[in-house]
């Protein structure tokens, strides 16, 4: 069966839709598609038909991209009062050899949780510690023999009204959410390496309004934290500062706004028309000073709170998200983090930008999660699959996209 999942990142600046397909241990990048989020903000929807209509914008782009609709996604949610609770569960394996089959890790796991969640919180990720088969510690349990299958896991809940008001928007545009989790879970399963996997760590994610920082224990996800400042708060510096309305400030921070100083430049500048209707000539050295100042303020803020949420020895800490990709980044990130950190680099094929790092990693997230379980998924049936591989012709693929040259090449020779 071939492995095709869709990620959705929901960003407060904008949705970005992520297809790809899994083979020979890599992601292979069908089609990326954004549009400006509105109706949402910090991960929360505020307008629940203003998010539907991006929504559709959103799958439609997708859509013409594949040549197939797309209705099955995994979702970022929001961390705020996220609560993460370990515990233990287990199940009498029922196979008639005493084999150990998915069915028994999904009900260990199920297990652990039960009774643990209160009425008004949703599970949000569940993550296994270790199993047990019989008195036997294994890392996974499928194919051992024994009669009882237990495990320890972390799983974390969140208030209903980070999950609910999101799931129910892409019910009523015919699309199911398979599985949502937060977007620092994503960030680790892009960047993971298999000594991370040993280690603690921390990845930070620097967004439009929010910054999130994690701790990662052995891969598993043990504190997070948001910090109430992201990009829209460098654009409303510059817009103080030279008092110009938000358009411009957000257009000053995107083409004249380096991260650090070195090498910048007071040659490169624009004119624009300040709240007084001035012609007023901004420079990349002016800018820079100001994007500079927050970006330094957001990282040490974010280094504070690694010591707030963790005791343990940090091996490593990965800076990721938008701002992360403006021009003298690592300067300002060692002047903060010295050679402790490092800058998050998403590899896929047509998404070297670490926007997507989130929406890339939700697809690695769901394929570990059924490699765990012993099964496969794939968003496409199997009449779809066919239709994709050129097996039976029932639709017509946009010569022009990703797919179509694809299957161009490969098929229509």
Same mark, same amino acid.
């Given at each position: 069966?071939?492995?095709?999942?869709?990620?959705?990142?929901?960003? !407060?600046?904008?949705?970005?839709?992520?297809?790809?397909?899994?083979?020979?241990?890599?992601? =292979?990048?069908?089609?990326?598609?954004?549009?400006?989020?509105?109706?949402? =903000?910090?991960?929360?929807?505020?307008?629940?038909?203003?998010?539907?209509?991006?929504?559709?914008?959103? +799958?439609?782009?997708?859509?013409?991209?594949?040549?197939?609709?797309?209705?099955?996604?995994?979702?970022?949610?929001?961390?705020?009062?996220?609560?993460?609770?370990?515990?233990?569960?287990?199940?009498?394996?029922?196979?008639?050899?005493?084999?150990?089959?998915?069915?028994?890790?999904?009900?260990?796991?199920?297990?652990?949780?039960?009774?643990?969640?209160?009425?008004?919180?949703?599970?949000?990720?569940?993550?296994?510690?270790?199993?047990?088969?019989?008195?036997?510690?294994?890392?996974?349990?499928?194919?051992?023999?024994?009669?009882?299958?237990?495990?320890?896991?972390? +799983?974390?809940? #969140?208030?209903?009204?980070?999950?609910?008001?999101? #799931?129910?928007?892409?019910?009523?545009?015919?699309?199911?959410?398979?599985?949502?989790?937060?977007? !620092?879970? *994503?960030? &680790? &399963? /892009?960047?993971?390496?298999?000594?991370?996997?040993? /280690?603690?760590?921390?990845?930070?994610?620097?967004?439009?309004?929010?910054?999130?920082?994690?701790?990662?224990?052995?891969?598993?996800? $043990?504190?997070? $934290?948001?910090?109430?400042?992201?990009?829209?708060?460098?654009?409303?510096?510059?817009?103080?500062?030279?008092?110009?309305?938000?358009?411009?400030?957000?257009?000053?921070?995107?083409?004249?706004?380096?991260?650090?100083?070195? =090498?910048?430049?007071?040659?490169?500048?624009?004119?624009?028309?300040?709240?007084?209707? /001035?012609?007023?000539?901004?420079?990349?050295?002016?800018?820079?000073?100001?994007?500079?100042?927050?970006?330094?303020?957001?990282?040490?803020?974010?280094?504070?709170?690694?010591?707030?949420?963790?005791?343990?020895?940090?091996? &490593?800490?990965?800076?990721?998200?938008?701002?992360?990709?403006?021009?003298?980044?690592?300067?300002?990130?060692?002047?903060?983090?010295?050679?402790?950190?490092?800058?998050?680099?998403?590899?896929?094929?047509?998404?070297?930008?670490?926007?997507?790092?989130? *929406?890339?990693?939700?697809?690695?997230?769901?394929?570990?999660?059924?490699?765990?379980?012993?099964?496969?998924?794939?968003?496409?049936? &199997?009449?779809?699959?066919?239709?994709?591989?050129?097996?039976?012709?029932?639709?017509?693929?946009?010569?022009?996209?990703?797919?179509?040259?694809?299957?161009?090449?490969?098929?229509? =020779?």
């Amino acid at each position: 069966m071939r492995k095709i999942l869709a990620g959705i990142d929901i960003g !407060s600046d904008t949705l970005k839709l992520i297809v790809g397909e899994y083979f020979k241990g890599k992601i =292979n990048i069908l089609a990326v598609t954004t549009v400006p989020s509105v109706g949402i =903000n910090a991960g929360f929807v505020t307008n629940s038909s203003d998010f539907m209509n991006c929504l559709k914008e959103l +799958f439609k782009k997708g859509e013409e991209l594949i040549g197939l609709p797309i209705t099955k996604v995994i979702a970022t949610i929001p961390s705020n009062q996220v609560k993460f609770h370990m515990n233990e569960g287990y199940t009498t394996i029922e196979d008639s050899i005493g084999m150990v089959r998915s069915i028994d890790i999904i009900r260990s796991m199920q297990a652990s949780s039960y009774n643990q969640i209160e009425d008004d919180e949703e599970l949000a990720s569940i993550m296994p510690i270790h199993f047990k088969v019989d008195d036997e510690l294994v890392l996974n349990p499928i194919g051992k023999q024994g009669k009882k299958c237990s495990v320890k896991t972390i +799983f974390t809940t #969140v208030p209903k009204a980070n999950v609910v008001p999101i #799931v129910k928007c892409f019910d009523k545009i015919g699309v199911e959410v398979i599985d949502t989790t937060f977007g !620092s879970i *994503g960030d &680790y &399963y /892009e960047f993971q390496t298999k000594q991370m996997k040993t /280690e603690v760590g921390a990845i930070i994610n620097l967004g439009h309004m929010v910054t999130n920082v994690s701790i990662f224990n052995k891969g598993i996800l $043990t504190n997070t $934290t948001t910090i109430q400042m992201g990009a829209i708060d460098i654009e409303k510096d510059i817009a103080y500062m030279f008092k110009v309305p938000k358009k411009e400030a957000k257009d000053i921070r995107l083409n004249l706004c380096l991260a650090h100083k070195r =090498n910048v430049s007071d040659i490169n500048k624009k004119e624009y028309t300040n709240k007084d209707g /001035e012609k007023i000539v901004v420079n990349e050295y002016e800018a820079t000073q100001i994007a500079s100042s927050r970006i330094v303020e957001i990282l040490k803020l974010a280094k504070k709170e690694i010591n707030h949420l963790t005791k343990k020895e940090i091996h &490593y800490i990965i800076i990721t998200g938008g701002i992360s990709e403006m021009a003298n980044f690592q300067y300002l990130m060692e002047e903060v983090f010295g050679h402790y950190a490092s800058l998050g680099v998403t590899k896929e094929l047509g998404l070297r930008s670490n926007i997507y790092s989130t *929406g890339v990693g939700l697809i690695k997230y769901y394929l570990d999660k059924m490699n765990l379980r012993n099964q496969e998924f794939t968003i496409f049936n &199997y009449e779809q699959l066919d239709e994709l591989s050129g097996l039976n012709k029932k639709i017509n693929i946009n010569e022009n996209s990703i797919l179509g040259k694809i299957f161009g090449y490969f098929f229509d =020779n």
